[in-house]
């Protein structure tokens, strides 16, 4: 890695926390193989706005996702169209690097994938090793990023525990910690409560809404309150039989829930169907 | 906690519980038969291992038995191989320094090469070629031993003889590993061709093991901006540590018993010396095969003593790889 990002690591260690990068999907198709799972998505993920993706299974919000921090391309046979710009620049052009683009995107799964084998303290600063860079103080970083994820005062004690041993949940939290530990500019989150009991699913929506101001947020949920609680943005994605999913509607989350404009997003949001 | 048979009397087998249970219960189970009958089949192939071990054991001590009361305690130290003599005088020093000499060169040349190959064939290989790679490893390990001995006897070994001639004359004087008067049968050598027998299985093994490494903690590494390289190191070798450990014990295992290779290549030697690079030596095995058409009664009783030795050491280095094994972090991944 180069010197001047070490540099502006160690910077964004002094300063306060980032606020966020505005993501922007620009008619985003994407294929599987022969098959068209998405067509034509337009979306703008705005700093400082939690953004709720929400339809059906099957619908394509995962594959949306995963264009955003350019994971879709590691399943062989995808291929996908149209352009992800992150401040203005395009994630798929020759400007950025690919580990720089995952690096200012970070992603949290839907099942909780710690390291088993590496402590919790590890878990956190995986991502430095990973990415090549160097902090002035490791512990310290370590603890901002368990504190900014609601996990430090449950694991203070047992930093140097294997992460295995932690409760889904706090896997779960563990994952968003490291994500934060690389100062991400966007955090994307794909149904990160499916797995999790109500308690640990109160606290991730907590530690959603504290971050809020530090990472522009995109959240894929089936979970209809949960988009009402934290978003403050909400697209609707719909695919019918044999046909791609697409945007149906979008808008602020309030207009979304009380007064959709298309008759599917009513039926959808009401859960008439899906 | 008592259930009531259907005339009111206390028909229960529920056990009377102290006033407090503070002791573990024992826990009993009744079997349906079909568990019975696998249970009792797998039971009996396992023990049919056991039993082929402990005889092959017991046959090997038996018959080195009248070798080891001649020798006595100098059976490992001695270097010379005259059962038969007069006074008999023989020991394994020079077969093992062999062995291991020849299976430390092989190890340090097979496994390096087996993992990067493996992590090439599964991270870096072009889909397309991924395959055929695969085929073409797992084929090269059903090569016979015999073709890898034959090739590195005509073909590696002359090829490197300048190469090797050159590192003699480069750094003979202050580095006793390469100081040698004759090259070409030498035990680095015989480790060399060794290692080209073992890389196919090793990688093979090796490979499959790394290519179950989660894919989503794989993910995990990539989306915190790692490098391929990065992932590899956090999440694919972590958890591949054991299978990497087998695989090299099943190389290994293949490098200590070898015969072919150090009989067609050594120079014969039972001699103990640091210049791997020059010519002369003798493996357990190669030595084995070579005495024993002219071993006469004590001979053979000495060579089986020999073959004794090489069966515990084979069995000690498998035992400290699975202790290795089950300790390492990843062997105790839930
Ligand atoms: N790795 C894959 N290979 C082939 N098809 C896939 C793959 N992943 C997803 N799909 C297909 O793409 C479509 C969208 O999937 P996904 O984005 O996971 O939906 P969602 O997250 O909205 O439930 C589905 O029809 C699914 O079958
Ligand atoms: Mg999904």
């Known amino acids: 890695m180069t010197v001047p990002e070490v540099d502006q690591s160690v910077a964004a260690e002094a300063a306060p926390a980032p606020v966020g990068g505005v993501l922007e999907g620009v008619q985003v198709s994407c294929w599987f193989g022969a098959r068209k799972v998405l067509e034509g998505v337009d979306i703008k993920m705005d700093a400082g706005v939690v953004t709720a993706l929400i339809g059906p299974s099957g619908c394509g919000k995962s594959t949306f996702l995963r264009t955003l921090n350019r994971m879709h391309e590691l399943v062989p046979i995808a291929t996908l169209a149209g352009s992800v710009l992150l401040d203005g620049h395009d994630i798929y052009g020759a400007g950025l690097r690919l580990t720089e683009v995952r690096r200012r995107i970070g992603m949290v799964f839907q099942k909780p994938n710690p390291f088993p084998a590496m402590t919790i303290a590890d878990n956190v600063a995986a991502g430095l090793r990973l990415t090549g860079r160097k902090v002035r103080d490791r512990d310290d970083l370590v603890e901002t990023s368990l504190r900014r994820a609601g996990l430090w005062n449950e694991v203070r004690n047992r930093l140097g525990a294997p992460a295995g041993g932690l409760s889904g949940g706090q896997q779960q939290r563990l994952c968003i910690a490291r994500s934060l530990a690389v100062s991400p500019d966007v955090l994307l989150m794909d149904e990160p409560c499916s797995a999790l009991d109500p308690t640990s699913t109160r606290r991730i929506e907590e530690t959603i809404l504290e971050l809020k101001d530090q990472v522009t947020i995109v959240i894929v949920t089936h979970n209809m309150q949960q988009a009402q609680r934290v978003s403050q943005h909400c697209a609707f994605f719909l695919a019918a039989e044999d046909e791609p999913g697409r945007v149906i509607e979008q808008g602020p989350t309030e207009q979304i829930f009380s007064d959709p404009h298309d008759p599917r997003t009513a039926d959808y949001v009401n859960g008439r169907f899906g | ?334």
């Open chain 2, 1 to 334: 906690m008592r259930t009531t048979g259907p005339e009111g009397s206390v028909t229960s087998d529920v056990p009377e519980a102290g006033p407090r249970a503070e002791e573990p219960r024992k826990l009993e189970a009744r079997l349906t038969d079909a568990d019975r009958f696998y249970r009792a089949f797998v039971a009996a192939g396992a023990g049919t291992t056991l039993v082929l071990i402990t005889l092959i054991g017991l046959f090997l001590l038996t018959g080195a038995w009248p070798a080891l009361k001649t020798s006595g305690f100098s059976f490992l130290t001695t270097l010379t191989w005259a059962p038969d003599g007069e006074p008999p005088k023989f020991g394994v020093a020079a077969m093992m320094f062999g062995t291991f000499v020849s299976a430390a060169v092989a190890m340090l040349i097979t496994v390096p090469i087996a993992v990067c190959t493996a992590l090439f064939i599964n991270e870096y290989a072009p889909r397309a070629v991924r395959r055929s790679l695969t085929s073409l490893v797992d084929l090269m390990a059903a090569i016979p031993s015999l073709i890898f001995a034959i090739w590195g006897l005509f073909f590696l070994v002359p090829l490197l003889a300048p190469i090797e001639d050159w590192a003699v004359a480069q750094f003979h004087g202050w580095l006793p590993l390469a100081e040698a008067s004759a090259t070409g049968g030498s035990l680095f050598n015989a480790g060399l061709i060794i290692a080209c027998m073992a890389i196919p299985i090793t990688t093979s093994i090796i490979r499959e093991v790394l290519a179950q490494a989660p894919r989503h903690e794989c993910e995990g590494a990539l989306a915190l901006g790692g490098t391929r390289w990065g992932m590899i190191s956090s999440v694919i070798l972590p958890f591949g540590r054991s299978g990497i450990v087998g695989g090299s014990m099943l190389g290994l295992g293949r490098a200590l018993g070898e015969t072919l290779a150090a009989t067609l290549i050594l120079s014969i030697a039972f001699e103990i010396k640091p210049r791997i690079l020059e010519n002369g030596g003798i493996t357990v095995a190669s030595g084995i095969a070579i005495e024993f058409r002219d071993a006469q009664e004590l001979g053979l009783s000495a060579l089986m003593a020999a073959g004794l030795a090489l069966f515990l050491v084979t069995f000690a280095i498998n035992l400290l790889a699975a202790l290795v094994v089950n300790r390492s972090p990843a062997g105790a991944r839930a």
